[in-house]
């Protein structure tokens, strides 16, 4: 009787599953990130839909309500200004973010965005 091996093995299934791991740590730390993003780009159009006629500090101060309604943590909204353009305002904004990973380890994200 010859019989073929199907499978894998349980070293090999311990490798996959330590990868699996990982990515799924690594993503558990990127979720929340980019969550936050969103919630950055969605409080900054909310502002410019409601109109930047006023100054910079009004459009802090709505900034800021929607940060804190939505748990902005990351960004301050000073951090928020006035992009320059041809005939009407923008706001942009570009900051980083630095989560730790494993020990000595973490990851940078950088976020850059101008609204329309």
Same mark, same amino acid.
């Given at each position: 009787?010859?019989?073929?091996? +199907?499978?894998?093995? @349980?070293?090999?299934?311990?490798?996959?599953?330590?990868?699996?791991?990982?990515?799924?740590?690594?993503?558990?730390?990127?979720?929340?990130?980019?969550? *936050? &993003? =969103?919630?950055?780009?969605?409080?900054?159009? !909310?502002?410019?839909? *409601?109109?930047?006629?006023?100054?910079? #500090?009004?459009?802090? +101060?709505?900034?800021?309500? %929607?940060? $804190? #309604?939505? =748990?902005? $943590?990351?960004?301050?909204? /000073?951090?928020?200004?006035?992009?320059?353009? !041809?005939? $009407?305002?923008? @706001?942009?904004? %570009? &900051? *980083?973010? +630095? /989560?730790?990973?494993?020990?000595?380890? *973490?990851?940078?994200?950088?976020?850059? =965005?101008?609204?329309?």
């Amino acid at each position: 009787m010859d019989k073929k091996q +199907r499978g894998i093995t @349980l070293m090999g299934f311990i490798m996959i599953l330590i990868l699996v791991m990982v990515f799924v740590g690594v993503g558990m730390q990127l979720v929340p990130v980019y969550s *936050e &993003y =969103y919630s950055v780009k969605a409080a900054m159009d !909310s502002v410019v839909k *409601e109109g930047l006629d006023t100054d910079i #500090t009004d459009v802090q +101060r709505k900034i800021s309500k %929607h940060f $804190n #309604t939505d =748990y902005v $943590n990351s960004v301050d909204q /000073k951090q928020i200004v006035f992009a320059p353009a !041809s005939g $009407n305002k923008k @706001l942009m904004v %570009h &900051y *980083e973010v +630095r /989560k730790p990973l494993m020990g000595n380890v *973490e990851f940078l994200v950088t976020f850059d =965005y101008t609204t329309n």
